[in-house]
């Protein structure tokens, strides 16, 4: 069971970039941050408007004159201060991340940043070597991977339960922009344009969450892949708003994934199954705390967290809140990561290497795999969905 028994009076002074008042991802980061006491917010540059920035950081409880115009004055300001920020998590639109990151990394501070991280895997690349030299914790908000089930998925994948890995479909299919919605929806209408969002839509904005969870699950590497996208809504175009890309990992197992905004009536329908020779498993990120296990010629079943046949697994069981049946849910989740990224960087402030390769979290080589994904699918579906090597 999850342990409440921090020293909250150790909270990381913490700050925001982006997450403004009306985001769709600011409360989530400061719900997440705040729950277990790990992280105080202190600061912020919340809003592209500098007005609202302030009327919405006093609203939250802040100083007034900690809630900045621009996140360079705010870095500048704050590491003057003995009591200045120690930690940023960047909830910005996509194209903004790497240059605030990089300066983020180099005014001596923490980053939890949303994804995909940068635009290219040579700037992903740039800021993990800053982050290296400055000994400075990188995090990537890939916020389902607080879900225990998903830890249970890995623990039972690397014991064998399903046997040896065949095939892995990944899905992250939502309706919401089945239609143009992005016309009178300012939070839709930069995810269309490449110079804000980058060289795809869908694959970066939720492909890359389904591609992540299969990661962290079933550990494999990709060999090559071969991608297809288009614009069902021709506004949108170049980007795409539906994807589909088939893979072919080391072991000989292959894997498809689905990323789509047009899949109209669905919600979410984030769906990782994993089929092994044996057995099956899969997980709905609609039902969380449950996780299908199928052995092939015995009846279904279905895994329920907080239950004691769960593998001991480290957060598959430890995290856990509140005992099964009671469902615990999206902010757990975000809890739960921001709970280690407060435990990475609290231990590299204190040089405990140890805990700091020892603790599980999204870094910033998951970021980095996650921009090489798209920019291999890119290459793939502009030449005619070609077959283009991974690495
Ligand atoms: N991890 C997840 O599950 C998840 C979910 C949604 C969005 N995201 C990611 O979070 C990021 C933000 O997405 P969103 O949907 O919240 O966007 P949004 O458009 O709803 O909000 C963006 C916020 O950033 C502010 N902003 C923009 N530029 C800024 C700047 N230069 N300085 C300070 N503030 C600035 C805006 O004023 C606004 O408050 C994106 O990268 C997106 O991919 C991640």
Known sequence: MFSEEINKAEALRWAMVGGGRG????????SGASRDGHFKLVAGAFDID?????????????DADRCYADYQVMFETEAKREDGIQAVSIAT?????YAISKAALLAGLHVVCEKPVTFTVAEAQELKEIASQHSRIFGVMYGYTGFQMIHQAKEMIQRGDLGEIRVINMQFAHGFHAT?????D???KWRMNPEVSGPTYVLGDVGTHAFYLAQLMAGLTVDSLCCTRQSFVKSRAPLEDNAHVMMRF???????LWASGVNAGSMHQQKIRVIGEKASIEWWDERPNQLSYEIQGEPARVLERGMGYLHNDDLAVSSNRIGGGHPEGFFESWANLYSRFGIVMKAMNAGDLETVNNTWYPDIDAGIEGVQLLERCVESADDNAKWVDFA
């Open 93 to 97: 639109p996509n194209g903004t991340h």
């Open 180 to 184: 143009e919605v992005e016309k009178n």
């Open 50 to 62: 500098a007005d609202r920035c302030r009327d919405f950081g006093i609203n939250l409880g802040l």
């Open 186 to 188: 300012p939070g839709a």
């Open 23 to 30: 985001s769709q991802i600011g409360y989530a980061h400061r």
């Open 250 to 256: 080391t072991n000989g197992a292959v894997g498809t």
